[in-house]
């Protein structure tokens, strides 16, 4: 895919911005490219609606949008989410030759962020124990494993999992995440 003119983007455009003027900015840096602009807005009341007005306990929009932006754009069969504060050196498009094989995500590891920095190993050891859900492990859990850097994610939605909005959601409420309190504990 080394030719931009066969891959489209989609931007979405932080709340505040006028998605016309970001759009003619936008074409003169990919003139030959097929561009699409949506407002944040647009999207977040999509993913509310869809997901029946959830708000996501501890997490901003941003940060559970590219897991979301499936439910209301299921035809996508693969795309790259980029963080607005994300500088991009290359061509976008080489990542979209990238394999994914059985995975429905493909990022970058932060070990800057190890797991034990957002929950505590016995409260995640107990719930475990005790909670049955799908996307509960039965394996222990690797506390000092790499985080994902979801600044830069490559998706292909038809491989997330149904649940993983719900998933999202529960994880947020059982650890107690809250914006004050990253850790977990």
């Not at 003119?5 to 003027?21: A, L, Q, S, T, Y």
């Not at 944040?40 to 609606?49: A, D, N, R």
């Not at 979209?96 to 929950?119: M, Q």
């Amino acid at each position: 895919m080394g030719s931009p003119d066969k891959v489209h983007f989609r931007f979405f455009i932080p709340e505040g911005h006028d998605n016309k003027v970001s759009y003619f900015k936008l074409k003169v840096l990919f003139p030959h490219s097929d561009l699409e602009i949506f407002g944040q807005e647009e999207v977040k009341e999509k993913v509310m609606t869809a997901n029946s007005g959830v708000v996501y306990a501890g997490h901003t929009f941003e940060e559970v949008a590219p897991f979301l932006i499936q439910i209301i754009y299921s035809s996508w069969s693969k795309f790259i989410y980029i963080s607005p504060n994300v500088i991009v050196k290359g061509r976008v498009e080489e990542l979209f030759g990238s394999n994914l094989t059985s995975y429905a995500v493909g990022g970058i590891e932060d070990c800057s962020e190890r797991l034990d920095n957002y929950v505590n190993s016995e409260v995640l050891a107990a719930i475990q124990r005790t909670a049955s859900k799908p996307w509960i492990s039965v394996t222990p859990y690797a506390m000092k494993a790499c985080m994902l850097d979801s600044s830069i994610l490559l998706i292909d939605p038809r491989k997330l999992d149904k649940d993983l909005g719900k998933a999202i959601l529960w994880w947020s409420k059982v650890l107690n995440w809250s914006k004050s309190d990253s850790n977990g504990s």
